[in-house]
């Protein structure tokens, strides 16, 4: 059975930090790429951050640059998101999802997790 389940996700004030983890199943863990997207109330699911299935490679949106890491621990087919220095534009809902390789694009993508909000308070 496909599953992607997220944490971590709350509320927290501008600057704070939080880390999210996105677990799956094995297999769909397992030499996959993994990709963070979030979705702002009125808004279109943009790209946040990639993984690829070695850890190896990273992309960022520009946005998230030099204040979002994702990283992986493949033992525990868990992909993470550290956040720092949040700003209320970071407020969204944030969902995991696997892709053969990193990529930006949606249409790559396809399992995807429920989501998990995160708010950014000013």
């Not at 509320?11 to 930090?17: E, H, N, R, V, W």
């Not at 790209?47 to 033992?75: H, L, M, P, Q």
């Not at 209320?88 to 999802?97: F, G, K, N, Q, R």
């Not at 696997?98 to 998990?116: E, F, K, L, P, V």
């Amino acid at each position: 059975q496909v599953q992607l389940v997220e944490s971590g996700g709350g509320l927290m004030q501008a600057g704070g930090s939080l880390r999210l983890s996105c677990t799956a199943s094995p297999r769909t863990f397992t030499n996959y790429a993994m990709g963070w997207f979030r979705q702002a109330p009125g808004k279109e699911r943009e790209f946040v951050a990639a993984i690829s299935w070695s850890g190896g490679i990273k992309e960022y949106t520009y946005s998230v640059k030099g204040r979002f890491a994702i990283s992986r621990d493949n033992a525990k087919n868990t992909v993470y998101l550290q956040m720092n220095s949040l700003k209320p534009e970071d407020t969204a809902v944030y969902s995991c999802a696997t892709a053969r390789a990193t990529s930006r694009y949606i249409n790559d993508y396809n399992y995807w997790g429920q989501g998990t909000q995160v708010t950014v308070s000013s």
